[in-house]
């Protein structure tokens, strides 16, 4: 056990002790007291699941139960409660019972063991073991990052075995994690922040809602360098709509901020979000795109262009009608839903009434008066109130959409290239640009720009039909893009951030870094 005396009188300890060493020892110390502990906790749960599927474990916990009310575990006696050999009276016991009460014995001890080392005081000990390593040594890593991780772990196991958490283990748990987590940040090398940078987005997005929680967050905000947040910008735009209104607020200032100091690294991704389809998530990214436009007008404004024509290029006239004719059929003639089919069409025909590149135009000169036809049909229908609504005019509306459909099919095979000047001819014209070369920033290197697009796009015949896109850098170098529609492309985003996560902790290790894995 961890004396309460010694470990209240650590930090006045620490500032008078004249002897470093001695004190760094003493942090060393007490971190390994706490990861034995760990260790032989880990054990001994996965002992007690073992000797469970064999039957062994209910007469196990219950011989340890009446040990515990008997003899208190020895923990209140103080006489080497987290050790085996602690157990003195029951080796005395197997020694004089002989041979045979020996493997009795020992069963005994290891459930006695085992019932010390589920409780709550070992945790504490743990917990208390890591804290006085901490304040031993206020500038080591792995002491912060070992601290936040325990506390972590222990809102999680409480919230698993009640399904929910109280006041109480935020401000014992939640909050000392967000703390140690940021600690452990502001301490650790580059490469080692993204582990303890998501499981701190994780405690404050899963308890955005306790008021303690988001001041610790806040508070912690200008603890750490506003580098930290540049690897989790996916993580952090998937929750810039999240309920908790404080929390919302602080994501916008968050990225707002991140959005200044390195615009390259945020504004694309904040253009795909202003685009989504959920109001609350699109309008978010929509004001912050508006208060980075007041700072880098031009940036925000390349940004716009180049992402509105690569989204064009994603998917053609062609394929869009195609994919959004069988998507409405399936509303009308599977779930009979005429205002979900009318969703989907409306924006469609709205575009089709405003063509702006050489193919849209093409499509719109054979297709244009159907598909008129078919809305001025469909906008019948909606122009009376519900109960008098003529279904034939949806049945008209859809001989035209057929006749359309097949069309298409028909007339617009799978291209295997396509050209820049019939769809997408305003990124021939964008040239020296002040924007950075998608995925390329990095705020340790110098800023590739982009210089040119390839006139020629190539399609694969794959499912989806991506295409193989060339963007010329500032730096010489030809870089290569493919351009997928009709995907969402986050978890492909968070695989490749797994991966560079990997990466990193291959490159930490001696073994595997000297393998060149």
């Known amino acids: 056990h961890i004396d309460a005396r010694v470990l209240a009188n650590l930090n006045g300890r620490s500032e008078a002790a004249d002897d470093a060493r001695t004190i760094h020892l003493l942090a060393r110390y007490y971190f390994k007291q706490a990861e034995w502990l760990s260790t032989a ?10 000797r469970a599927k064999v039957g062994l474990g209910n007469e196990d916990a219950s011989y340890a139960r009446r040990m515990a009310r008997r003899e208190s575990i020895g923990v209140r006696r103080g ?17 004089r019972d002989g041979v045979r009460a020996s493997d009795d014995g020992r069963n005994r001890q290891d459930a006695q063991f085992l019932y010390e080392l589920k409780g709550d005081r070992i945790n504490e000990a743990i917990l208390e073991s890591y804290r006085a390593a901490t304040v031993l040594d206020r500038k ?10 325990r506390h972590y772990h222990e809102t999680q196991r409480y ?6 958490i109280t006041e109480d283990v935020v401000e014992n748990h939640v909050v000392p994690a967000v703390h140690g987590f940021f600690r452990a940040i502001q301490l650790s090398k580059s490469d080692t922040t993204l582990q303890d940078t998501l499981r701190l987005l994780t405690a404050w997005f899963n308890y955005s809602q306790y008021e303690s929680v988001a001041q610790a967050v806040q508070d912690g905000f200008n603890s750490v360098s506003i580098r930290t947040w540049l690897q989790v910008i996916p993580q952090i735009l998937a929750r810039i709509h999240i ?16 959005g200044k100091a390195h615009p390259h690294a945020i504004l694309f991704s904040l253009y795909v979000a202003a685009r989504s389809d959920h109001t609350e998530r699109s309008q978010a990214a929509k004001d912050v795109l508006a208060k980075l436009h007041d700072v880098f007008p031009e940036l925000v404004e390349e940004t716009e262009v180049v992402s509105r024509e690569l989204i064009r290029i994603t998917l053609l006239f062609p394929e869009m009608w195609l994919e959004a004719l069988r998507n409405a059929s399936m509303c009308y003639y599977g779930q009979k839903d005429v205002v979900e089919m009318m969703k989907i069409l409306r924006p469609l025909h709205k575009r089709a009434r405003n063509p702006e590149t050489l193919r849209e135009y093409h499509f719109v000169q054979m297709f244009g008066s159907d598909l008129a036809a078919a809305e001025e049909h469909l906008n019948q229908y909606f122009s009376t109130d519900s109960a008098h609504r003529n279904e034939a005019l949806v049945q008209q509306a859809w001989e035209l959409y057929y006749v359309v459909f097949r069309r298409i099919e028909k007339l617009f095979p799978k291209p295997s290239t396509l050209a820049l000047k019939d769809t997408a001819p305003t990124l021939l014209q964008c040239r020296d640009m002040e924007l950075a070369v998608p995925g390329t920033y990095d705020p340790d290197r110098e800023i590739v720009y982009i210089q040119s697009f390839d ?24 870089y290569t893009f493919l351009l997928k529609g009709r995907e969402d492309l986050r978890q492909d985003e968070r695989v490749m951030q ?6 990193s902790l291959l490159s930490r290790d001696t073994e595997t870094a000297r393998r060149s894995l």
């Open 41 to 50: 906790q880990q054990s001994a749960l996965l002992t007690q699941r073992a």
């Open 79 to 95: 006489r080497g409660s987290f050790s085996i050999g602690g157990s003195g009276a029951m080796s005395g016991s197997a020694s």
């Open 140 to 149: 080591w890593y792995k002491a912060w990052h070992s601290l936040a991780l």
């Open 159 to 164: 919230e698993t075995a009640h399904a929910c």
């Open 243 to 258: 309920k908790s209104e404080s929390t919302r607020r602080l994501i916008r200032q968050l990225l707002v901020e991140v």
């Open 455 to 478: 006139p020629i796009l190539m399609v694969y015949s794959s499912k989806q039909h991506p295409r193989r896109m060339f963007i010329y850098g500032s730096d010489g170098v030809k």
């Open 498 to 503: 797994l991966f560079g996560l990997i990466n």
